[in-house]
């Protein structure tokens, strides 16, 4: 009888070992700090840029040939140039968004979006 119980505490500890050790972002973070890299924040208001990424962002949300991660991929439009950002699953994904920036008439796509790693 006791030892499923020490099963479950040994099986406990490890999940609540998994939940505490925090992720290291510090590169993503060292990167942001950096005013030539936009963040969504940067998104520019100007109808033409609002319309370009509305329609990059439907075109991504219609994709089904894009992984779940990929479709929630920045798109930042500033003066008609795209920037991606973000986690994706694969080097797919990573071409798929840059194709959906370019057909929507960005003038330059800069793709920073980086592949997932397992």
């Known amino acids: 009888m006791k030892l499923p119980a020490v099963l479950c505490l040994v099986a406990f500890s490890a999940v609540t070992a998994a939940w505490a050790q925090a ?12 005013s030539e890299t936009p963040t969504s924040e940067q998104q520019s208001n100007a109808p033409a840029d609002v319309k370009m990424t509305a329609d990059i962002r439907k075109m991504v949300i219609a994709d089904e040939a894009l992984s779940a991660l990929a479709k929630n991929a920045k798109i930042i439009t500033i003066d008609q140039v795209v920037t991606l950002r973000g986690p994706v699953e694969t080097e797919k994904d990573k071409v798929l968004l840059e194709a959906h920036a370019r057909h929507a008439g960005a003038s330059k796509v800069v793709n920073l979006l980086e592949i997932k790693q397992h």
């Not at 290291?24 to 950096?34: E, F, L, M, S, V």
């Open 23 to 34: 992720p290291d972002n510090t590169g993503t973070n060292a990167r942001d700090k950096n």
